[in-house]
């Protein structure tokens, strides 16, 4: 059972950094796809970042050249890297797996609802 868990959420001024990082509890035969997504009070869950068993990896447009996932990623730990954050990038950040989906040919970015598993979430606020 792939759990995940969440941390390094915080505040940070418009135009600053930010690192979470996400523990994941072990990875499976078939987690072929991992990533983040986040969501805003009152809005849906809006999708990110997503990195596949090969080490491909999407950005949505949103956040395409801000944001990055480290290749100095610790075993177990995927990590989002935040830069030149904006105050709309506020949002808690979930962390999450999909243990069903086979691998594709080509690199995809996954929905929200397309994970199998997700953690708790962490806070990131961003003030102007």
């Known amino acids: 059972q792939v759990q995940l868990v969440e941390s390094g959420g915080g505040s940070v001024q418009a135009g600053g950094s930010l690192r979470i990082s996400c523990a994941v509890s072990?990875?499976?035969?078939?987690?072929?796809?991992m990533g983040w997504f986040r969501q805003a009070p009152g809005k849906e869950r809006e999708v990110v970042v997503t990195?596949?068993?090969?080490?491909?990896?999407l950005y949505a447009d949103t956040v395409k050249g801000r944001f990055t996932i480290p290749q100095d990623s610790a075993k177990n730990t995927l990590y989002l890297q935040m830069n030149s954050l904006k105050t709309e990038d506020t949002a808690v950040y979930y962390c999450?797996?999909?243990?069903?989906?086979?691998?594709?040919?080509?690199?995809?970015?996954?929905?929200?609802?397309?994970?199998?598993?997700w953690g708790q979430g962490t806070q990131v606020t961003v003030s102007s």
């Open positions: 072990e990875y499976t035969s078939t987690t072929n796809y």
């Open positions: 999450a797996a999909d243990v069903r989906r086979r691998l594709n040919d080509r690199p995809i970015l996954l929905r929200p609802y397309e994970y199998t598993h």
């Open positions: 990195i596949d068993r090969v080490g491909r990896i």
